[in-house]
């Protein structure tokens, strides 16, 4: 049972509720369903196990205790229930008038703490990092300034790293841990982590622009997550495209020499 806020889930559905009501089913329901229990199209309705306004008000502000009590025949008895239960749908069309501005406006108020929450990862970027994520036009970088929340764990973890290389570029990606020898003499040596990126079929152009991107994200990796002291390589290689003559060649992309 998804027990995300309905407003929450509202929202990241993207969907036009403008012209919906709210229905407040009652807290009875959220033993068995979440707190949005549907968005009803054809009545367009938001249903909710959570109690209205009406529900939330003295039933004596609206309905006799003793009218039933009264009632000592069972048909009588009967006709009271029914009329009761007139009244009761009558109360809740009316209160639900209510609880649909109620909801509106929590729905306004969370889409306000959402763009909050949003632009919290800039904020303390900027005043806590000194760094001005709108300054970067690279994608990739921009996506990796957003780690530095979690540079703890991940600064110098040449074995996480790759994973998130992977993430952010979204391409085929290996990643292979060389020794760089640093001192024979006192064994010092550091693990220099080397990235093949497989992407087939870019023109000399389009290698170009893509080691660009890469040539400043692997920077920035370098800088901001990688031991003073490791040095990051990179290429991007097309190994299926066979050498024909003629067709266009790019050095240390899709030329291989045996």
Same mark, same amino acid.
């Given at each position: 049972?998804?027990?995300?806020?309905?407003?929450?889930?509202?929202?990241?559905?993207?969907?036009?509720?403008?012209?919906?009501?709210?229905?407040? /089913?009652?807290?009875?329901?959220?033993?068995?369903?979440?707190?949005?229990?549907?968005?009803?199209?054809?009545?367009?309705?938001?249903?909710?196990?959570?109690?209205?306004?009406?529900?939330?008000?003295?039933?004596?502000?609206? %309905?006799?205790?003793?009218?039933?009590?009264?009632?000592?025949?069972?048909?009588?008895?009967?006709?009271?229930?029914?009329?009761?239960?007139?009244?009761?749908?009558?109360?809740?069309?009316?209160?639900?008038?209510?609880?649909?501005?109620?909801?509106?406006?929590?729905?306004?108020?969370? /889409?306000?703490?959402?763009?909050?929450?949003?632009?919290?990862?800039?904020?303390?970027?900027?005043?806590?990092?000194?760094?001005?994520?709108?300054?970067?036009?690279?994608?990739?970088?921009? /996506?990796?300034?957003?780690?530095?929340?979690?540079?703890?764990?991940?600064?110098?973890?040449?074995?996480?790293?790759?994973? %998130?290389? /992977?993430?952010?570029?979204?391409?085929?990606?290996?990643?292979?841990?060389?020794?760089?020898?640093?001192?024979?003499?006192?064994?010092?040596?550091?693990?220099?982590?080397?990235?093949?990126?497989?992407?087939?079929?870019?023109?000399?152009?389009?290698?170009?622009?893509?080691?660009?991107?890469?040539?400043?994200?692997?920077?920035?990796?370098?800088?901001?997550?990688?031991?003073?002291?490791?040095?990051?390589?990179?290429?991007?290689?097309?190994?299926?495209?066979?050498?024909?003559?003629?067709?266009?060649?790019?050095?240390?992309?899709?030329?291989?020499?045996?």
């Amino acid at each position: 049972m998804d027990n995300t806020l309905a407003e929450m889930q509202i929202i990241q559905s993207g969907q036009d509720i403008h012209d919906y009501v709210a229905r407040y /089913k009652g807290c009875f329901y959220r033993g068995y369903n979440a707190d949005l229990i549907k968005i009803n199209r054809v009545e367009k309705a938001i249903e909710l196990s959570r109690d209205g306004i009406m529900r939330n008000l003295p039933e004596s502000l609206f %309905f006799n205790e003793q009218y039933l009590r009264d009632s000592s025949d069972e048909e009588v008895l009967k006709e009271r229930e029914s009329e009761l239960e007139v009244q009761r749908e009558q109360l809740s069309v009316f209160f639900e008038a209510f609880d649909t501005i109620l909801e509106r406006g929590l729905l306004e108020l969370h /889409k306000c703490v959402d763009s909050i929450e949003c632009g919290k990862e800039e904020f303390v970027l900027k005043e806590m990092y000194d760094i001005d994520i709108h300054r970067f036009h690279n994608p990739y970088v921009c /996506k990796l300034a957003r780690l530095l929340l979690d540079g703890d764990r991940l600064k110098g973890n040449i074995h996480l790293i790759p994973f %998130f290389v /992977k993430s952010i570029l979204d391409e085929n990606i290996s990643c292979r841990r060389v020794s760089r020898v640093v001192d024979e003499l006192k064994s010092i040596y550091y693990i220099e982590p080397q990235f093949v990126i497989y992407i087939e079929g870019l023109s000399t152009e389009e290698y170009r622009q893509r080691m660009d991107e890469y040539d400043e994200f692997f920077w920035y990796l370098e800088q901001w997550f990688m031991p003073f002291d490791c040095e990051v390589d990179y290429c991007i290689k097309d190994i299926n495209q066979t050498f024909v003559l003629g067709h266009q060649m790019t050095l240390d992309y899709n030329v291989r020499f045996q």
